[in-house]
């Protein structure tokens, strides 16, 4: 049975509707991710499986449970980690800790013996008597997924983890959910980080104007959404193009973009050789591999949605 199960979910506010009869599952032990750009519906879809907002039509279920009788109950058994870190910056971190830790009526000594363990699990026990203050970013989010983890939840939210972090307060943030997922915690995400998909999640949902546009593991969307391989070519301005259409027989696809070619094929070597031969002489050539962000810009476009 799936922990987290959901049917023609919508949530509207007022006429607006910020998610359209949606479809998913989550999985006991798995890492499941919403991913998509800013108004896609991922945050509204996280508040109603917390508990906090309720759904306005369809069918919903946490933990064998339906949110509209069994919220306290369901919210018992989740960590919830904001997308906005709210700790309470006068106190120490491990007061932080504490006064969560009180609110889900923890005895004392089985709460002090936990907050010593988060706070090695958050690799915070140096500064537990530190006011959180003058933390740094990357400690101060290790500190609210230590602060979501005080009652042992079975299954972690997670909103936008890694917003506005440093690349190595990210790496250090992503180590600590992996040894969260190997304790067999299951953790749900959204985010717009790409690399971030790719790296946490066993399975997402792409969502784009409230409505689900592909789900699938990392590799799977990669595979049906796009190619094995994309090459990018820069041309001189105002010739990309002119140059688009001789190459496009070497690909899938070509994409023209201000400031480069994008050609998909399954051969990257193979599609740089030919244009090497053909003489077009691009002021630069990369061949990569396809990623989690081509499927995402195929699926839901280049414009910016406010």
């Given at each position: 049975?799936?922990?987290i ?5 919508v949530?509207r ?10 479809d998913?599952d989550v999985?006991r032990?798995?890492s ?10 991922k ?9 906090v907002s ?13 949110p509209d009788?069994d919220?306290?109950a369901i919210?018992?058994?989740l960590?919830?980690v ?6 309470d910056?006068?106190?120490t971190?491990r007061?932080?800790l ?6 889900f ?13 988060l706070l090695a ?12 203050e003058?933390l740094s970013g990357?400690?101060?989010?290790r500190l609210?997924?230590a602060r979501?983890l ?11 983890p890694t917003?506005?972090?440093?690349p190595?307060a990210?790496h250090?943030l ?13 953790l ?6 790409m ?16 409505r689900?546009a ?8 990669i ?14 301005p105002?010739?990309s ?8 027989d070497?690909g899938?696809r ?7 070619l994008?050609?998909?094929?399954s ?20 061949a990569?591999r ?12 280049r414009q910016?949605?406010d």
């Amino acid at each position: 049975m799936a922990l987290i199960a959901a049917r023609r979910l919508v949530k509207r506010f007022g006429d607006f509707i910020a998610v359209d009869g949606i479809d998913f599952d989550v999985r006991r032990g798995e890492s499941f991710g919403f991913l998509g750009p800013n108004g896609a519906g991922k945050s509204s879809t996280m508040r109603m499986v917390a508990c906090v907002s309720p759904r306005s039509g369809g069918e919903l279920t946490i933990l064998g449970l339906d949110p509209d009788v069994d919220g306290p109950a369901i919210r018992s058994r989740l960590g919830v980690v904001p997308q906005e870190d709210n700790l309470d910056p006068e106190l120490t971190v491990r007061e932080n800790l504490w006064v969560y830790g009180r609110y889900f009526d923890l005895p004392k000594r089985q709460l002090s013996d936990r907050i010593d363990q988060l706070l090695a699990f958050a690799q915070l026990s140096e500064r537990a008597d530190d006011r959180v203050e003058p933390l740094s970013g990357g400690m101060k989010r290790r500190l609210t997924i230590a602060r979501s983890l005080v009652n042992d939840p079975e299954v972690l939210l997670l909103d936008e983890p890694t917003t506005g972090l440093d690349p190595q307060a990210r790496h250090a943030l992503w180590d600590r959910l992996y040894r969260l997922k190997a304790q067999g915690v299951t953790l749900v995400l959204t985010t717009h980080y790409m690399d971030e998909a790719e790296q946490l999640c066993d399975r997402l949902v792409v969502m784009d104007r409230g409505r689900i546009a592909a789900e699938g593991s990392p590799r799977s969307l990669i595979e049906r959404f796009s190619t094995k391989e994309v090459v990018e070519l820069r041309f001189p301005p105002g010739e990309s193009e002119q140059m688009a259409g001789k190459v496009s027989d070497l690909g899938e696809r070509v994409e023209t973009l201000p400031d480069r070619l994008l050609l998909y094929t399954s051969d990257g070597d193979a599609a740089v050789e030919a244009i090497g031969a053909r003489r077009l002489a691009p002021l630069s050539v990369l061949a990569r591999r396809s990623t989690l962000e081509d499927v995402f810009l195929n699926l839901t476009g280049r414009q910016l949605v406010d």
